[in-house]
Every structure is written in structure tokens, then in C-alpha cells.
Nanobody, 123 residues
Framework: QVQLVESGGGSVQSGGSLRLSCVASVSTYRLHCMGWFRQAPGKEREGVAAIDSDGKTKYADSVKDRFTISKDNAKNTMYLQMNSLNPEDTAMYYC?????????????????WGQGTQVTVSS
């Protein structure tokens, strides 16, 4: 069983930055696919960014060049650096992981999920 705990959410103004963290209960070196998803009220959950065990990354078009996913296997932690935030980025952000190969932005390819951290961007 893998437990994931997110942190780093908050409220910022448009143009601001936040860094989300996701700490895993197992070695992130073993988690071949890790990702960040978000869900805004009334909308479906969408994949934001993903990273595999080799460091290969994948991003949603809406966040390319603004968000950066990374992980530190020594700390069992994955990060999402979010820059140039805008109100459309407001959502609950979830960390997800799986032992299957990645990276993937499809939520049905992940078996382990965190509880989420809220990000609110005001104009």
C-alpha cells in the first residue's frame, strides 16, 4: 500500500507562484509513474503533469512552460513548481502514483492517490 500526502497549496494572486509537494510512504524510485492531477468545481479531474522513474515528463498543454514536475528520490518526494498562475488554475490538486510504467496523464492508470491540496488563484 502506498500513502501519499500533499502540501503546499494556498491562495495567491494572478501571476504568482506556488510549489506543491507530495511525500510518499515508499521509495519514489520504485514508483515508475507519479503525477499531479487537478479538479475544479463542476469539472472533471484532469492530468496536469507526470514523471516516470527515468525522469521523463509529460505536461498538459494548459500548463506547459509554466509548471515543472520533479522528484527527489532521496526524500521520497515529488514536486510541482507552478509559475505564472492564473484563476483558471484554481482547483484541488492531487498527487497520484503507480508502479506501472509512465509517465501518464490518465487518471485510470494510477492506483494510489493523496487527499489533495487546494490552490486558489485570484485575479
Amino acid at each position: 500500500q502506498v500513502q501519499l500526502v500533499e502540501s503546499g497549496g494556498g491562495s495567491v494572486q494572478s501571476g504568482g507562484s506556488l510549489r506543491l509537494s507530495c511525500v510518499a510512504s515508499v521509495s519514489t524510485y520504485r514508483l515508475h509513474c507519479m503525477g499531479w492531477f487537478r479538479q475544479a468545481p463542476g469539472k472533471e479531474r484532469e492530468g496536469v503533469a507526470a514523471i516516470d522513474s527515468d525522469g521523463k515528463t509529460k505536461y498538459a498543454d494548459s500548463v506547459k512552460d509554466r509548471f515543472t514536475i520533479s522528484k527527489d528520490n532521496a526524500k521520497n518526494t515529488m514536486y510541482l513548481q507552478m509559475n505564472s498562475l492564473n484563476p483558471e488554475d484554481t482547483a484541488m490538486y492531487y498527487c497520484a502514483a503507480d508502479y506501472a510504467p509512465g509517465p501518464s496523464l490518465l487518471d485510470n492508470e494510477y492506483n494510489y492517490w493523496g487527499q489533495g491540496t487546494q490552490v486558489t488563484v485570484s485575479s
